[in-house]
């Protein structure tokens, strides 16, 4: 079946976003994005500068999209839990390898002088991943609070422990961070999975 126009249009209009993208990712990467003007990132996306106002309406929402779309690639193909598990899953040991081999870019955005789009935009994954696995292990720990509210406590948590992992030097290892993390999401004692279990006798 031959190629419809409709099918071109968002086809480049896919590619023109990626170019953007990238090379906002790349320019903010080199610690060149807080400096660079419009067309400094259309010629190096290889685009014209009509192109990115078509797209977008400021630099930090194109770099916000470019690091979510980073983001969403580190983890692709990898398993979303469904419930709280007993250990860390593989798609967030995946993220924070992704956060381990950007750190320089990591610590300059979630930094005191970082953007404030692109914290706002993790967080809300955070939030998301950590509700919807709050909702499926039918835990009762949070009882009487509503949802969201234990969802940003965690999520606020799980940031705050990335920012401080990125800050330290020598920077341990990305399994380091990863106990840190999961020890910080279920807390001292047992994982609220366990609740589901049967007790032992």
Known sequence: MAE????????RVERTRR???????DLAREGRF???TVAELTDAAGVNRSSFYHHYDDRETLLADAIEAAE????????TPTDIP????????????????????YRRLLGERGSPIVVARIRARFHAQARMGVVSSGTTAFEGLPIDIVAAGIAGS????????????????????????WRVLVGPGVPLSSERRDPQP
């Open 4 to 11: 419809s126009t409709d099918d071109r249009v968002d086809a």
């Open 19 to 25: 170019a953007l993208q990238q090379a906002a990712l």
């Open 34 to 36: 807080d400096d660079a």
């Open 72 to 79: 969403i690639e580190a983890v692709a193909g990898l398993d």
């Open 86 to 105: 007993s250990q860390l899953p593989t798609s967030m040991i995946a993220f924070l390898q992704h956060f381990d081999a950007d750190a320089d870019l």
């Open 158 to 181: 799980c940031m705050a422990v990335v920012q401080a992992w990125l800050e330290l030097e020598p920077r341990p290892s990305v399994e380091i961070a990863a106990e840190w993390v």
